[in-house]
C-alpha cells in the first residue's frame, strides 16, 4: 500500500538544533518575521497619528515637548530689581551670567560639584547652576560683584590677596562667596570648622590652605 509523502520541510523551518518547531511552537524565522511586520505597524501608526494630529489642529507628541517659551520675571540681585525675559528651564546662573552680564560666578561643572558658581540666596549658600532664575523670583540674590559696590576690596576678598589663596582664578568667586556665607552665620570660626563649611567648593590649583588662613584673617578684620 502506497503511502502519501508527506510534504518536505523547509530548513529555515526548523530551529537551532535541527529540529522542526513542534505544534504551537514558533520558529525563530517564524518570530524574525512577527516582529518585522510589529516594528513597521507601529512606525506607521506613529506617522499617521502625527499627520491626523496636525489634520486636527493639535501639535504631534514631539513638538509637545520642546515645552513653554519665555516668561517675564523680576530678579532681585544685590538689592536692585532685574527684569528679563526666561524660559521656566533657564538656571540662576546663566541668567546671571547671559542674560544681565553677571559673570563673577564661574560655570565649570554645571552639575551642582566644584562651587565655582556660588551665589549668597537669602543668607544661605547656594549653587546656582542648582536653582531655575524662575524659582529664584522674590529672594534676595547677593553675587560677588554685589560685594564691592564702591570699589573697594571686601575683607574677605582682601584676605584672599594676602594669603595668596588665589591661583588661576576660576574657582575664588565661588569660594569668597560661600566664604561670606560662612562668616555671616559663624563670629568665632575655627580652622576646622572653615575646612568643614568649605567642603562644598573645590579648588583645582590646591590653595585649600591659603583659603581658610584667609577666612580666619577676614574674620578678625570683621570683628
Known amino acids: 500500500m502506497a503511502h502519501k509523502d508527506h510534504p518536505k520541510e523547509a530548513p529555515q523551518d526548523r530551529d537551532a538544533s535541527g529540529k522542526s518547531p513542534g505544534k504551537g511552537e514558533f520558529s525563530r524565522r517564524q518570530f524574525i518575521k512577527g516582529t518585522g511586520i510589529a516594528s513597521v505597524a507601529v512606525s506607521a501608526s506613529v506617522l499617521l497619528g502625527d499627520e491626523v494630529a496636525r489634520a486636527a489642529g493639535r501639535a504631534p507628541a514631539e513638538e509637545k515637548w520642546l515645552g513653554p517659551g519665555p516668561v517675564p ?31 563673577g560666578a564661574k560655570k565649570i561643572c554645571d552639575r551642582g560639584t566644584c562651587g565655582a558658581c556660588t551665589v549668597i540666596l537669602d543668607g544661605r549658600p547656594v549653587y546656582s547652576c542648582t536653582v531655575l532664575a524662575i524659582e529664584a523670583q522674590g529672594h534676595d540674590i547677593l553675587t ?50 572653615v575646612q568643614k563649611a568649605l567642603g562644598g567648593n573645590l579648588c583645582r590649583c590646591g590653595t585649600y590652605m591659603g583659603i581658610r588662613h584667609a577666612v580666619l584673617e577676614a574674620a578678625k578684620k570683621e570683628a
Open 144 to 193: 560677588i560683584e554685589g560685594l564691592a559696590p564702591d570699589g573697594q576690596l571686601h575683607p574677605v576678598s582682601q584676605a584672599f590677596v594676602d594669603n595668596d589663596a588665589q591661583q588661576c582664578g576660576f574657582c575664588t568667586p565661588g569660594f569668597v562667596m560661600a566664604c561670606k556665607a560662612y562668616l555671616d552665620g559663624e563670629k568665632n570660626p575655627t580652622y576646622e570648622g
Open 73 to 103: 520675571i523680576t530678579l532681585k540681585i544685590n538689592g536692585q530689581p532685574h527684569d528679563l525675559q526666561a524660559e521656566p528651564r533657564l538656571t540662576l546662573l546663566d541668567a546671571l551670567r547671559d542674560r544681565l552680564d553677571l559673570t
